[in-house]
């Protein structure tokens, strides 16, 4: 590993784990990127290859079947992962960031349903709070539950699902009428469980299909629109109506940690490949490494 790259006082634990997961980004990520990318193709081998190795159980709690790993664990798994392949980073992170959710904010028998089957890759998760008219500007969410009887109405549509045709379960950030003037006091976060795919994964809610995107291929990035979709109340991520935007900033705060060691993944292989390509490639009769010029940028 590169000098710039290496993290003092890591545990034998945190050690293992890295080496690992890079021997793993070496073997199975690094040579298929490309072809990947350039397809848009999923990972599903990689996917396999995490889920034998523990990763998607990573930071959740050794109770629920996890390592109960640290976030710095974690951003140094991302990191390595993305030195990789970028987009394999992505598809950890939505299921990372529900996983804590559920873990913080939920109730005890969300988390006893859910994280043992997220612990070991069978469940995999992911989160939407974007709407095709908005972004972070979560307080003009427009999808609405509405609560009859026992359960509630879901209808609208939400956009731009990282992991929508791939995952699971999905945290969903919904407009409710609690009575509040805050309109951030009127959100809350629905837990839905469905097949994997595209279409109708469930009566009254469905995928439509993939987005297309100029880059982070391969990692799917869907719709989803509910119509008449009924859900129960129990549904609701810690039981309580109304604590949604609380929740969703909780999670997408700690899911920013994957996104910045995404960038630091992504400069050292640059790096990497940068020294190699100095080393081999040759101007006016030796490499280019030997140049002064060239030397004093890779120093």
Not at 28 to 36: F, K, R
Not at 110 to 118: A, E, H, I
Request: charged share 25%; net charge negative; proline share 4%.
């Amino acid at each position: 590993m590169a000098r710039l790259a290496q993290t003092p006082d890591l545990t034998d634990i945190q050690t293992e784990i890295l080496a690992a997961v890079r021997t793993f980004t070496d073997r199975e990520i690094v040579p298929a990127a490309q072809e990947l990318e350039h397809g848009d193709i999923y990972p599903d081998k990689i996917v396999d290859g995490m889920k034998q190795m523990g990763l998607f159980g990573l930071t959740i709690p050794e109770e629920y079947g996890g390592l109960g790993e640290s976030l710095l664990t974690y951003a140094l798994v991302a990191e390595e992962i993305a030195r990789g392949w970028m987009s394999v980073s992505g598809v950890i992170n939505t299921h990372f960031i529900l996983s804590y959710m559920i873990a913080q904010h939920g109730t005890v028998e969300q988390k006893q349903n859910y994280l043992p089957r997220m612990a070991t890759g069978e469940l995999r998760g992911a989160f939407s709070m974007s709407e095709p008219g908005l972004g972070s500007d979560v307080a003009a969410i427009k999808a609405k539950a509405v609560r009859d009887g026992d359960d509630y109405v879901l209808s609208g549509s939400k956009m731009w699902l990282t992991n929508g045709e791939n995952s699971g379960l999905v945290a969903f950030l919904m407009k409710t009428d609690e009575g509040s003037d805050a309109p951030y006091k009127n959100l809350t976060t629905f837990l839905v469980e469905k097949e994997p795919g595209l279409g109708e994964v469930r009566p009254g809610f469905s995928i439509p299909g993939r987005i297309e995107k100029m880059g982070y291929k391969g990692i799917d990035s869907t719709d989803a629109s509910f119509d008449g979709f009924r859900i129960g109340a129990d549904a609701i991520l810690g039981g309580e109506p109304g604590r949604g935007f609380y929740q969703m900033m909780d999670g997408v705060e700690v899911g920013r940690v994957n996104v910045a060691a995404r960038g630091c993944g992504v400069a050292i292989r640059a790096f990497e490949l940068a020294i190699d390509y100095a080393q081999t490639r040759e101007t006016f009769g030796k490499p280019i490494a030997e140049h002064q010029a060239i030397a004093f940028k890779l120093a």
